[in-house]
C-alpha cells in the first residue's frame, strides 16, 4: 500500500503524532480522517488525510465533515453546562421542574444530573419506533416522558446511546426556550468559530463525507442476548448510512446526529480544557467546566458491559480507560471518533473518521495517536 501523507499543520515536537496518524493509513485501517490537539486553546497539530467517499473520489480536505455520532454527545452536555453556568437551569433538580409531562411513570424525582450521567433508566424507547421517528422531536421526546425507566433510576449507568440526546436537549429546550442545536450554535460554536452542527444545514452537504458501516460483527448490540442491549441498538436499528441521508443530516439527535472534524470538536471542547476561555472569548466560567468532573455514577454500565465513571455528560478517568492525568473527561462515537479534554494539562484531543470499526468508545486507531501525543507532552 503506498504511503498516505497528511496535510496540516503539526508543531516540531510532536511530529511523531503525524506518524502515528499515517501509520493508521499504512496499516489499511483508514478511508479518511482528521486529528486535531490544543495546548492552552492552540492548535499544536491540525492534520488530515485519504478520501471522503468509499470508491476514494473525493480527497479528504481541510473543510472536510463528517458525523461522529456520540461524540455530539460532549456538545450538548457544553451546551447544558452552559445553561448551568449561567444559573438557568439546575443539575440537581427533577426534570419535572422544567419539563413537567417527564414526572409520569414513577420519574418524579429523576434529576437532571441523572440524565446527564446515563443513569435515569431510560437506556431505550419501550414503544417501538422506526428510523423516521428520530427525526420527529416531539413523538422522540413525549414518549420518553411518558414511559416507565427500565430500572430504578440512579442505581446504576446505562449507556442512553440514542435517548440521552432527546433527554437533555428537551430539558434546554424547555430552559432557554429554543432547540440544543441552534442554542449551541448561537451561545458556543458561533463565538467559538467551530465548525460543528447539530442539524447540518443543506447548503453543507457536499463537504460530508460519507461513513463506511463496521463489519457485521461490529454492528451495535450484536449477538447480545440482554434485552436492555438489543432494545438500544434495534428500536429503531442504527444503520450508519442514514448517516449520508438528508433527513438525518438535517435532525436535530443531540446524541449521534452532529456534523464536524478534528478540528472543530477540538475547538469546541477546548474551552472546558481552558477554564471556559476559547477563541479570546470567555463562553464559561472555570468552575463550570470543572462541574463536568463531579462524579455521579460508577460501576459496570448495563449497556456497554463496562466499568464507567460518568461525570455531568461525560466520561470520567479511571473506570476501563488510562489517561495521564486525573482531572479528564472524555466521550467517543460509534465507528471510532474521539475526544479527550485534560484539563491538567490544558489539552484537547479530537479524532474523527469516516471508517468505522466495531465500537462505541473509541478504538486503537485514535489510542495510537494519543499515545504519541502524551509520549511528546512527557519527554
Known sequence: MSQVRSQGHVEPRFEAVRAAFESNFANGEENGACFCMTLEGKPVVDIWAGHADEAQTRPWEKDTIVNVYSTTKTMTALTALYLADKGELDFTAPVAKYWPEFAANGKSDVTVAQLMSHSAGLSGWKEPLVREDLYDWEKATSLLAAQEPYWKPGTAPGYHAMTQGYLVGEVIRRVAG????????????????????IGLPSTED????????????????????????TNMSNNPPINPLDTRTRAW????????????????????????????????????SEAGCRRALELQIEGTDKILGIPVRYGLGYGLAGGSVPFPNPNTIFWGGY??????????????????MNKMAATTTGDMRAFTILMAAWGAMAS
Not at 429554543?178 to 452542527?197: M, Q, R, W
Not at 463506511?212 to 448490540?221: K, N, Q
Request: aromatic share 6%.
Open 178 to 197: 429554543e432547540t440544543v442545536g441552534k442554542l449551541f450554535a448561537k451561545e458556543i460554536s458561533g463565538p467559538v468559530g467551530a465548525d460543528f452542527h
Open 249 to 284: 443530516r438535517g435532525a436535530e439527535i443531540p446524541a449521534a446526529g452532529g456534523t464536524g472534524n478534528a478540528r472543530s470538536v477540538a475547538a469546541v471542547q477546548s474551552l472546558m480544557a481552558n477554564g471556559g476561555w476559547a477563541n479570546g472569548k470567555q463562553i464559561l
Open 335 to 352: 465507528g471510532g471518533s474521539l475526544v479527550v479534554i485534560d484539563m491538567d494539562a490544558k489539552a484537547t484531543y479530537a479524532y474523527a
Open 206 to 229: 457536499h463537504r460530508v463525507a460519507d461513513l463506511t458501516p463496521p463489519p457485521a460483527s461490529g454492528t451495535l448490540g450484536n449477538g447480545s442476548a440482554d434485552e436492555l442491549v
